[in-house]
């Protein structure tokens, strides 16, 4: 069996909700959900539709790599939206299901896993990286924000937003003011 599996911890949505559990909030304060990132409004009514016509189609699971039609669909609009050239759909775009599952195999496929290294990871940070940097070799490092500190956001193409519309970089920059 792998040793790294001895090195995973439980997941960390997990463990607030254990933390969290008998406590009551105060009811005059609105509640902020800062957990797992679950969609809080209704799908539209198009999408469940087309989902409801296309259900013998989705009675099995996916191709780990995604439908090629659909690579070439995020490679072609990521190409066009970014001016990239030579974007190789079939081994450089990935389809996931979330941003936890694509960090976890982007750390497990870049890190070189026979020499020791150092990962780093911002504070505050997003939940997947309090992961083992995925290697007895590697270590993890946080860095703490500063006050003047800038953070970027990205965004992938349709990624769901409040109110319904699709992110894009420009409204995320728009959106995400530097830290002060």
Known sequence: MNPDLDALKPYPFERLAALKAGVTPPAEL????????????????AALATLQAHL??????PATAGMPELRNAI???ASRRFGLTGLDPEHQVLPVNGTREA??????????????????????????????PYSP?????????????????????????PGGRSSSSSSARRATPPAR
């Open 30 to 45: 609105k509640h902020v959900p800062l957990t797992i990132g679950e969609p809080q409004h209704a799908p539209f009514a």
């Open 56 to 61: 013998p189609e989705m009675a099995r699971y």
């Open 75 to 77: 490679a072609g609009w």
């Open 103 to 132: 960090i976890f195999a982007f750390v497990q496929a870049a890190l070189d896993r026979t020499r020791p290294a150092r990962v780093a990871v911002p504070n505050p940070f997003y939940q997947i990286y309090e992961a083992p």
């Open 137 to 161: 070799a590697a270590s993890r490092s946080t860095s703490t924000a500063a006050p003047r500190t800038t953070f970027a956001r990205t965004s992938t193409p349709y990624q769901p937003i």
